[in-house]
């Protein structure tokens, strides 16, 4: 092979290997359902392509070229999106790369028949997903090298040693012992508080659902009663993240009326209910229709002020009464 030949290669793939590879902290494992493998946070998707081109519909953008519902098996309905994707290359403008997303719209799952008001939302990023995948947004694991552990192993250790390196933690309010306290009376959680690479995870799992830094602030600061992702328990990150994999861990809405999504169990699981089993009550909740006001008065005259402190013994009770509360 010669230099030219060589040198053509290199500039036909430089945008490809630019994007290639995958931060795996920016990744979630999907094991339920009809597919299994990693998923990418469409955030992260977003970031890598302005990193490259600029900003979004300056640097790189798309058009929507047709929109669809298609009626299925039984009365099963799918959302679907055809964009035609562009990026900036120098000042010069790419031709429109075709892609299509769909998501289920009506369906049928074990809880019964349910609609998504946000299939049109999933069916643009899975688009936009495919269409830079054309690209090589993360090429190593559509291509398949995410199958190799240690391949996965290695990408873990350099992507955490570049955080550190690049001080990316230093964006999360660091834990100043001589800061005057701002922490109410409320008891603070104590234990083992958690690292900066968790610390840095965190952050970068907030920032990709939405959150601003006032929004984590006060997040934080309602469920663990701390004023910095640094204070944060060790037990509080697989809380956490295994809220974020389920999609359920939302911003706080400002009026307070919502229940919290991630109750802090401070007293003997054998006594209270676990996350697991709130994440049920939530999912019920919302496949009965039940309104949150509805909701916390019904838990309130079974006596408890708040969901997280329905005990193991009393929440067959509840559930049950759920159901009767949406006849």
């Given at each position: 092979m010669n230099n030219s030949t060589t040198a053509l290669q290199n500039i036909n793939t430089r945008i490809w290997e630019k994007i290639c590879e995958t931060d795996p902290n920016r990744t979630k494992k999907i094991e339920g359902g009809n597919f299994r493998g990693t998923s990418i946070n469409p955030n992260y998707i977003y970031e890598k392509?302005?990193?490259?081109?600029?900003?979004?519909?300056?640097?790189?953008?798309?058009?929507?070229?047709?929109e669809q519902y298609k009626g299925g098996h039984d009365v099963t309905i799918t959302h679907s999106y055809q964009i035609n994707f562009w990026y900036k290359d120098n000042?010069?403008?790419?031709?429109?790369?075709?892609?299509?997303?769909c998501t289920d719209y009506v369906f049928k799952n074990k809880n019964g028949w349910n609609t998504d008001e946000d299939a049109p939302k999933k069916s643009l990023t899975d688009a936009l997903t495919k269409a830079s995948q054309l690209i090589g947004m993360s090429a190593d694991i559509f291509g398949g090298q995410w199958n190799d552990s240690k391949y996965v192993s290695e990408l873990r250790k350099k992507y955490s040693e570049e955080n550190r390196e690049g001080g990316k933690e230093e964006k999360v309010e660091?834990?100043?012992?001589?800061k005057p306290s701002t922490t109410k009376t409320t008891p603070s959680v104590g234990g083992k508080k958690i690292t900066k690479p968790q610390a840095g995870l965190l952050f970068h799992k907030f920032k990709d659902s939405g959150f601003s830094e006032n929004d984590t602030k006060e997040y934080i600061k309602f469920h663990y009663n701390v004023d910095s992702l640094y204070a944060l328990p060790m037990s509080s990150v697989k809380i956490i993240l295994a809220l974020f994999d389920r999609e359920e861990l939302k911003i706080l809405p400002k009026n307070d009326v919502d229940l919290p999504i991630n109750p802090l169990f401070t007293s003997d699981p054998k006594?209270?209910?676990?996350?697991?089993?709130?994440?049920e009550l939530l999912a019920t909740q919302k496949n009965l229709r039940i309104s949150t006001p509805d909701m916390m008065q019904f838990i309130k005259n079974n006596g408890f002020d708040d969901p997280t402190e329905i005990t193991?013994?009393?929440?067959?009770?509840?559930?049950?009464?759920?159901?009767?509360?949406?006849?």
């Open positions: 392509l302005t990193s490259v081109f600029g900003p979004c519909g300056i640097g790189w953008g798309f058009e929507i070229a047709a000042g010069t403008k790419s031709g429109m790369i075709p892609a299509v997303g660091p834990e100043n012992e001589n006594d209270l209910i676990n996350e697991k089993q709130f994440a193991q013994i009393k929440f067959p009770v509840i559930m049950q009464g759920l159901g009767d509360l949406a006849k």
